[in-house]
């Protein structure tokens, strides 16, 4: 394994330029994201305007991991609501940049993200992913989520076709 020296903290306001910058690389390097090489479909202020927010409340946690100062990865735990009868749900997604998988980034950015839900007294951690996303699934299974259900046409690719997701869920 490849040594990579990165340090994880939380995303602010002034990281958004390199936020959007990242969602354009990923989103270069993958069909098993929301978007496409366009990125994250928001302007550096707003994208600013949502990580400050973000600091700002204990129901939500940004973080990036950086090797140097290169942003290499992010994630992001966050609860579903703040309505009584869903404020136990929390939503997590994460990604690394391809030159950086299999180092272990996205493990450790997991780990602090599930920490954040037990602390923000979540009970169930949920997230879709695609059914071929092999390192993902395995990543998840990893980390104790198991998988609850299917969505047959999760994403719809701009020539028709339809990718499978599995819903999957990690019990606190
Ligand atoms: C999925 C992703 C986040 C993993 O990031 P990462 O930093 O490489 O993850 P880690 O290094 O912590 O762990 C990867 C694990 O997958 C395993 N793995 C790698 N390729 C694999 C494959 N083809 N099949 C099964 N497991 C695989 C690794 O061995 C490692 O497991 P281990 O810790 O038991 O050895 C990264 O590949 C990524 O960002 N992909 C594109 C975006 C994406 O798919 N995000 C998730 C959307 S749901």
Redesign the pocket.
């Known amino acids: 394994m490849q040594s990579c020296e990165f340090v994880i903290r939380p995303l602010t306001g002034n990281d958004a330029g390199a936020v959007l910058a990242f969602s354009r690389q990923?989103g270069g390097?993958?069909d098993?994201?929301t978007f496409g090489p366009e990125g994250l479909p928001l302007g550096e202020e707003q994208e600013r305007g949502f990580l400050e927010k973000a600091a700002d409340t204990p129901d939500r946690l940004m973080l990036g991991a950086w090797d140097g100062e290169r942003l290499v990865?992010t994630a992001e735990i966050a609860r579903l609501s703040n309505k009584a009868r869903l404020a136990h749900r929390a939503q997590f997604?994460?990604?690394?940049?391809?030159s950086?998988?299999?180092?272990?980034?996205?493990?450790?950015l997991?780990c602090r993200c599930l920490q954040r839900a037990r602390e923000m007294g979540c009970t169930v951690v949920e997230?879709?992913?695609?059914e071929n996303?092999?390192?993902?699934?395995?990543?998840y299974q990893?980390l104790g989520f198991s998988t609850v259900g299917r969505h047959p046409c999760f994403f719809r690719y701009a020539d028709g076709r339809c990718a499978p997701a599995l819903l999957m869920h990690c019990y606190l």
Do not use: D, F, Q, Y
Not at 133 to 139: E, G, Q, R, S
């Open positions: 990923i390097e993958t098993h994201l990865g997604a994460v990604s690394v940049a391809r950086h998988w299999n180092r272990g980034i996205a493990s450790a997991a997230l879709e992913v695609l996303n092999a390192p993902a699934i395995h990543l990893k």
